[in-house]
């Protein structure tokens, strides 16, 4: 009996942890550590003003990498004092990225200028996501284990408010500015906030594990990863209702949709594909195979290439959306967590 309740327990707790993106590895932290990268003692191209980049959070490897979207390179890289960045969110002016430090419950505020660290900020316990507001004013921060929803005002860079959510996981800002969506992993529903996080609105029952959220551009459909139920929810924005649900492949972790709004992509970690729904139909029309274990996801801004990030693989997978297949891998090193692009960040 002891027995069982020990490997339920082991079981239970890992489940968890691949959920909300805690780093899995079957060896000790410190072994994976000495494969990190010194990204930031290399010499790197750098940022520069006309080019495009994705930032990608480095978990156990505390530091954050910036990706050139044409040379799919590695162009800069900052160490940071946080530990174990998971969360990603660039501010819509693009000026400063935010990182979600899991493990030292704090932000880590990076000036897109000269790729450097410019303050931390200290918030609840256990940051699992950060997004800023649509007007670029506030930015949301959601505190798992704190079982909080902060909001940091980003011209202080001070938290101003707090709002209880428990197990507040992941955020969806809807575009139109009105609703924050926001996943509660183990209480199995999702928190709808008013626009400015000011008060909580109303609460949707999900399916098992809910786990990241995406927005159509037109604010209508937001999408909801049930992690454990191996489903994806669809969701009526304004209504607060679930339209239909849409079995996918065995634990999806994030959501991405093109800018047209007609294909959207979620991530199965556990099954090693990509499933590509036509979301006028609402149906899986396809499944990308990309071995390994792809997780976070971000789209450039012409919604052309998707990128992936795939933490058994040690980088990112780049998927041609026109042909739905992967057409580069690039490596990083290891525990590559969320990922953002430099442009209307809530879209991930």
Not at 119 to 144: E, H, Q
């Amino acid at each position: 009996m002891k027995r069982k309740k020990i490997i339920r327990g082991v079981v239970v707790f890992l489940v968890l942890s691949v959920g909300i993106g805690i780093s899995l590895y079957l060896v000790p932290k410190a072994a994976v550590r000495l494969r990190c990268i010194n990204w930031h003692e290399k010499i790197l191209s750098g940022l520069k003003s006309d080019r495009e980049y994705v930032f990608v959070a480095m978990g156990v490897c505390d530091s954050v990498l910036a990706i050139d979207t044409i040379t799919h390179e590695v162009a800069a890289a900052v160490k940071i004092d946080g530990k174990f960045p998971h969360g990603i969110a660039v501010t819509l002016d693009g000026k400063y990225i935010y990182a979600a430090n899991q493990q030292s419950d704090d932000l880590t505020v990076i000036s897109v200028d000269g790729f450097r660290v410019v303050k931390t900020i200290a918030v609840d316990d256990f940051p699992s996501d950060v997004v800023p507001s649509m007007d670029g004013r506030k930015l949301f921060a959601a505190n798992f284990k704190g079982g909080t929803v902060q909001v940091v005002d980003l011209s202080t860079q001070r938290v101003e408010r707090t709002i209880s959510s428990r197990r507040a996981t992941h955020f969806g800002v809807v575009p139109n500015g009105r609703w924050i969506y926001l996943t509660n992993w183990d209480e199995n529903m999702v928190t709808i906030l008013n626009g400015r996080a000011e008060k909580v609105l109303k609460t949707l029952a999900m399916a098992e594990n809910p786990n990241h959220i995406t927005v159509s551009r037109d604010s209508k459909l937001v999408f909801v990863t049930n992690y454990s139920s191996d489903t994806l929810a669809v969701v009526d924005a304004e209504a607060g209702v679930i339209l239909k649900t849409i079995k996918v492949g065995h634990h999806p972790m994030a959501a991405a949709i093109t800018p047209d709004g007609r294909w959207l992509y979620v991530t199965n970690i556990d099954a090693g594909t990509v499933s590509v729904i036509d979301v006028e139909r609402l149906k899986v029309v396809k499944e990308i195979v990309t071995k390994g274990t792809p997780q976070h996801m971000a789209m450039d801004r012409g919604g052309r290439l998707l990128y992936v990030t795939n933490p058994e693989r040690e980088g990112l997978q780049v998927i041609d959306t026109t042909t739905n297949a992967v057409v580069k891998d690039i490596y990083t090193g290891p525990d590559p967590q969320q990922i953002a692009p430099r442009y209307l960040s809530y879209m991930r």
